[in-house]
């Protein structure tokens, strides 16, 4: 299965092609499979998001939250209970209508999950009776799958993908408005901290929320070719779906209330997209050491004569290496392949270093070191491996997420006229801030005129600066905000 | 949420009503879901079927098998390639036929995947091209969906249920046969050594095998009340798949040969009623310490004086706990509740190991320890609780085993006549080893007399006695081996 060919595309030149070239030759996925909008996710890139699944459940568990699995199936009446709701989602669902070798009709058709609000509000209005039982904070794993209508790209957009969704149950909108703040720290503890991939979290517009929300908050981050990236959303949901469910508890005085809820929906398959695209370069993959499969590749170097005495060795530290630091390290034995085709091999796959062992450097009690985020190679005592291993580690994942971030402060600007933004949007891409009058109407003709810009929201954090006699970019009217504006994925 | 009332109902009495109660009163399924067959799974036993996961994808990928993730729908083309496997679960299929708000029909109707035979095998053909791709090893965890007739248990049977499915691939008929004893290894090594749940491995009959498979090779334990339940199932393969599905490799001579295929399926949600089932007991849960969400609960014991310096001393066990053992630790600091209330919380949520610390322990520098399995009561000293937990934690997951082996060998029997047959199946149930001519209709005749005992198979390893003379137990007719016979679930 070994994929020897390299990357012929340079990610600076052609990133689409260089994306493909990647997601092909790296095995991460296949899109071979024959179901428009559907792929296969292959093993490199599964034991990646495996990790990124745990330091996701690990932070949200450490926040309180429980895991739960909710049917995959949905219930039409269920579906169509909270208006906002179905209008927002009634477009991209998949229907299971029937079943059986008869074709016998279901009596009510399925919605196969596009996101399970309407899965579980039903569920905690049986759940949640008394101000005991709140908060509620559970979240599941899973799939979803959303018909829709926009090109497949793995990773980026299939119609089915991989996340996980939690939902929040509060006694008051203070404690919920709160959880929000919470999902955006632990969105910055994972996606930032651990997989090194730079965000900004926005306020949506009005016009632009999720179907059911007061308030939408969306992570954004940029993609080499200046295009944005929406990565996890954390919603403050209207009450309309308590009342529509019923969810409802009695209060410390006995009174019944309805609750107020949150729903966060990291997906796991789309910031995957986010980390191959932010760290690689033109010889593939790099992953962040934090959820690389295999943190350490062990290549030896040997002909027939010597094979035995640098396997025995390299065995060693291996060993040395997953016992004393857990490192996840691939030594790779396989005959039939030259040094260097490994070495191009595992550059192909990210992982972040490389140790060379050969019979010279067996009498010489050393091994080389080599960096593949920077190239750097150094040759080192074996006696120090493991500690200069763990620092190489821990200086990738830090550079990683250093050069990242500073591309990704390049890449924001301003504009106070259209031709500005259109030039910007055209040039380089990128978020460019600009002054807007909040009507959706004008978000639609910049997004015309900008072939694609759209209104990411205010920018969290910010200072609104002074808007006194400022005006809309586009209509001239005075601005009711700062926004930014960028092309989307 | 917490359920204060306790089982009402003893396990030996009336085992359906006693598992009923656990499943509900321990918070581990809520079977109100509004789709028939469909059950929601709480945190509680969704972190212990994790922990599940955990251990068979450690022990499958210590095997060398890797994760992959396949589409959850399969088009029907596929589904229907192999004769065989369409004639097996076309009766069990849930179609997806529209999309979208229009309703739009699809151009194909998608299967929810019930096994994913048919979803992998054609990618399998793109993936395998030479012997050196050989053997491919990987698998997949996640749900499948059945639609089928008999009656909803929560874990036991329902239409969405979860599991890990492996498919292997291999150049000889050898190396398939000896995955499928790797296949029963792994078994051994999870679902006993980790579980504590026995089985004894049956080779099924030519007429109960899986859609497909020249051999079907099925795990299946006792219940307490003498029905099988059939645990995971390995399978060898016919050629079929891979003529149908054209899983061709290149031999080292060149020459284009089929691939032999395996598969092999742990119902994870299913195990876990096993696991409830074998272990629990009048009170409620008994959970092995190895897949317990917590697995040492400690109850502080105080008065308004007296909490904080009691929480003060709890906190600092419960982190020594973690830090040294790595252990799973729940600190119980919830007001408005008694200990008593909170012993027999966490009674019948099955924490193996209870800690109790109030103030007069703080005095003598002890803690008393509470193991959940015998109710043995003692106090330790403060020093001594970290190794004392340890050993308690290895002694409550060996006697829980050797508990279950015991009365799981007390629950196999031998029968010469029908009327021995029928008379045991009906006073005591358990496995009932009896001559069979090997004929399908007489396995339907003996279904029918014994109101439901079917022929599990010949059991693995047995050494099979001299036929010569013996007649099968209902035809006598020459038998054609020995078999067991039980009720099942």
Redesign the interface.
């Given at each position: 299965?070994?994929e020897q060919e390299g990357l012929t595309v340079k990610k600076a030149d052609n990133f689409s092609e260089w994306y493909t070239q990647v997601v092909e030759k790296a095995e991460l996925s296949?899109i071979?499979?024959?179901?428009k909008g559907?792929?296969?996710?292959?093993?490199w890139a599964?034991?990646s998001m495996?990790l990124m699944y745990d330091a996701l459940e690990r932070e949200l568990q450490a926040k309180g939250h429980?895991?739960?699995?909710?049917?995959?199936?949905?219930?039409e009446?269920?579906f169509s209970k909270e208006a906002e709701h179905v209008k927002g989602f009634?477009?991209?669902?998949?229907?299971?209508?029937?079943?059986?070798?008869q074709?016998e009709k279901l009596e009510e058709r399925?919605a196969?999950r596009p996101t399970s609000e309407t899965?579980m509000y039903?569920?905690y209005s049986?759940?949640?009776r008394s101000w005991?039982?709140l908060p509620?904070k559970?979240y599941q794993r899973?799939?979803v799958?959303r018909?829709e209508g926009k090109a497949t790209r793995p990773f980026i957009r299939s119609r089915?993908f991989?996340w996980i969704e939690s939902h929040d149950v509060f006694a008051t909108r203070g404690e919920a408005e709160a959880q929000v703040t919470e999902d955006m720290e632990t969105t910055r503890a994972t996606v930032h901290d651990k997989f090194g991939v730079p965000f900004l979290f926005f306020q949506r517009p009005e016009h632009d929320k999720f179907a059911g929300a007061i308030h939408t908050y969306a992570a954004d981050t940029i993609m080499p070719d200046g295009r944005v990236l929406q990565l996890p959303s954390t919603h403050l949901l209207s009450q309309d779906f308590a009342k529509s469910f019923g969810v409802k508890f009695k209060d410390k005085d006995e009174k019944e209330q309805y609750v107020w809820q949150t729903c966060y929906g990291p997906a796991v398959s789309r910031i995957f997209a986010a980390v191959v695209s932010a760290h690689g370069d033109d010889k593939g993959l790099i992953i962040p050491p934090e959820i690389a499969p295999t943190q350490i590749v062990i290549v030896p170097i040997h002909n027939d004569q010597t094979r035995d005495a640098v396997l025995v060795e390299a065995r060693k530290i291996k060993a040395d290496l997953e016992k004393r630091g857990g490192f996840r390290v691939e030594l790779d034995e396989r005959d039939g392949y030259t040094p260097g085709w490994k070495f191009n091999y595992w550059e192909l796959k990210g992982v972040p270093l490389r140790i060379e062992i050969g019979p010279r450097d067996i009498e010489a009690k050393q091994v080389v070191m080599v960096r593949r985020d920077t190239g750097e190679k150094k040759g080192v005592p074996v006696a120090k491996a493991f500690v200069l291993a763990k620092a190489a580690l821990r200086n990738v994942q830090r550079e990683l997420t250093k050069r990242a971030d500073k591309g990704f402060k390049q890449q924001m600007r301003k504009a106070t006229t259209m031709r500005a933004l259109k030039e910007i949007l055209r040039e380089k891409g990128g978020m460019v801030k600009v002054a807007w009058c909040g009507e959706a109407d004008c978000a639609d003709m910049i997004r015309a005129e900008t072939d694609g810009g759209t209104v990411r929201g205010t920018l969290l954090g910010e200072k609104q600066a002074d808007l006194a006699g400022r005006k809309c970019v586009y209509c001239k009217k005075p601005a009711a905000a700062e926004v930014y504006v960028a092309r989307q994925y």
């Open positions: 299965m070994a296949d071979r499979y024959n179901v559907f792929v296969v996710f292959r093993p599964v034991m495996e429980k895991p739960v699995w909710f049917p995959a199936v949905i219930p009446s269920n009634a477009a991209e669902v998949f229907w299971i209508t029937e079943a059986g070798s074709n399925l196969l899965a039903g569920m049986l759940w949640i005991r039982d509620l559970l899973g799939q799958w018909y089915e991989y």
